[in-house]
């Protein structure tokens, strides 16, 4: 194991903090300028050597036995390139706990993921050659989890749902009451991009070509399990958000 630490320009201690563990041969760190998530990922994953990669933001929490639980479900799913985990989702200085209230889904997901992002960074392990086919764009300010994972999801990669809460996730108090321009604009920008690669899907569908057979049976595989299932108009897949949940609890 590795442990990859980015600073992306904080000013709390933490250099202060990591001179503890520094002297592990295990433990990279470098500090970069604030230049963003995206950015910060993308730096880390140059330095990272392992086979799968784990993500964990700064202020949530890997529960004991996560990464060995998903590692050996990993290696048992050999078609799987990504693996997540269900979470809970917690009010930083609060009590307040909540259960990630999302459904989830394993297999092929993009018909799924491209309405709406029901995966937390903070829950995934995946291949480490999957950064071949998309990176986090440097250009979004938020969303670029559900960005990167649309293309993924998008390019056919298998994802794994393993169903124990293997995470703890942070709810900043004043996420509840910032200004929310930023996050909607680019949750649009997302939700255009989600639409954009649907529709080029669709455009490959056809029966003269292996790759549109292919898409043609995605399609109706998609379709009939959506109709199994109620999705998208059953009320399980319109729920709040976490974050509005624990403003409320």
């Known amino acids: 194991m590795e442990i990859v630490i980015v600073n992306d320009g904080s000013t709390d201690n933490l250099e202060d903090v990591l001179r503890l563990y520094l002297w592990d041969e295990r433990v990279k760190y470098i500090a970069t300028e604030n230049r963003g998530i995206s950015h910060a990922i993308n730096t880390g994953l140059k330095l990272a050597t392992g086979e799968y990669i784990c993500f ?3 202020d949530d929490i890997f ?3 996560k990464i060995k639980r998903q590692l050996s479900s990993m290696e048992r799913a050999s078609r799987s390139g990504v693996s997540y985990t269900d979470a809970s989702y917690f ?4 009590s307040r706990v909540v259960k990630s209230p999302y459904v989830h889904f394993s297999g092929d997901i993009f018909y799924f993921i491209k309405r709406n992002n029901f995966i937390h960074m903070s829950t995934v392990m ?4 999957l950064f071949e086919i998309a990176i986090f764009d440097e250009s979004l300010a938020c969303h670029e989890d559900w960005d990167f994972l649309l293309k993924l999801s998008a ?3 298998r994802f794994q749902y393993v169903d124990e809460i293997l995470s703890n996730i942070s709810v900043h108090p004043k996420m509840l009451s910032s200004n929310t321009q930023v996050m909607d604009a680019t949750r649009s920008e997302v939700g ?10 669709k455009s490959d569908i056809s029966p003269f070509s292996a790759k549109g057979i292919s898409n043609l049976k995605r399609y109706a595989a998609f379709k009939i399990y959506a109709l199994t299932i109620g999705f998208p108009n059953s009320a399980k897949f319109n729920i709040e958000a976490p974050s509005a949940l624990l403003a409320r609890s």
């Open 56 to 58: 964990l933001h700064a």
């Open 63 to 65: 529960l004991p036995g």
């Open 91 to 94: 009010l930083e200085g609060t």
């Open 126 to 129: 995946l291949r480490r050659d």
């Open 155 to 157: 390019a056919g990669i």
């Open 192 to 201: 255009l991009r989600a639409r954009r690669l649907w529709k080029a899907f």
